[in-house]
């Protein structure tokens, strides 16, 4: 279980709308027409929310899914084969991982929420027109990759050095 929850933090904390905006909770409210269907700002029972897809939404999943086909936990394999030829690049690019004190954790954790965070502005990651077509799947598809493959690589950094 604990294994489970560092998996999921490390690979939250590399999604950049975990690091976004408050206002918009992180894109949650950031409604946007995914491929044509259209979504908006609704409220009911005093919560607010979007009739069909979000930002948040669409990074913490359609962007991947619509890009590679994964859907299903059984895919991954498939994924994982696609990504395989830029993994050894990223892990390349990566600085070792040294921390030993909980100092030094917080600063690798802030180095990784501050490079998400970044990317937002950097990616123009907001849709000007709120609209969320192929070519912003194109366009934006790169980085949620290269953010897969720095978890992963990140991960398995972490689980060697805690051997």
């Not at 700002?41 to 005093?46: A, D, F, L, T, V």
């Not at 070792?96 to 965070?117: G, I």
């Not at 950097?122 to 969320?132: F, G, K, L, M, T």
Request: glycine share 8%; aromatic share 6%; hydrophobic share 40%.
């Amino acid at each position: 279980m604990a294994l489970a929850w560092v998996a999921h933090l490390v690979g939250d904390i590399h999604q950049p709308l975990h690091a976004g905006q408050l206002e918009d909770r992180g894109g949650n409210l950031t409604c946007v027409a995914w491929m044509g269907e259209p979504s908006q700002r609704i409220s009911s029972n005093g919560k607010v929310t979007c009739s069909g897809a979000n930002l948040h939404a669409v990074w913490d999943g359609k962007l991947l899914e619509a890009a590679t086909g994964f859907v299903h936990p059984g895919d991954a394999p498939v994924l994982a084969q696609q990504l395989r030829p830029l993994w050894r690049r990223v892990q390349d690019a990566e600085p070792p991982l040294t921390a030993r004190t909980s100092a030094e954790w917080r600063s690798v954790v802030e180095r990784w929420h501050n490079e998400a965070q970044a990317l937002i502005t950097w990616e123009h990651i907001y849709p000007s027109n709120s609209a969320v077509g192929p070519g912003y799947r194109q366009r934006h598809y790169p980085t949620v990759r290269l953010q897969v493959l720095r978890a992963a690589v990140r991960l398995a950094a972490m689980l060697r050095q805690s051997m």
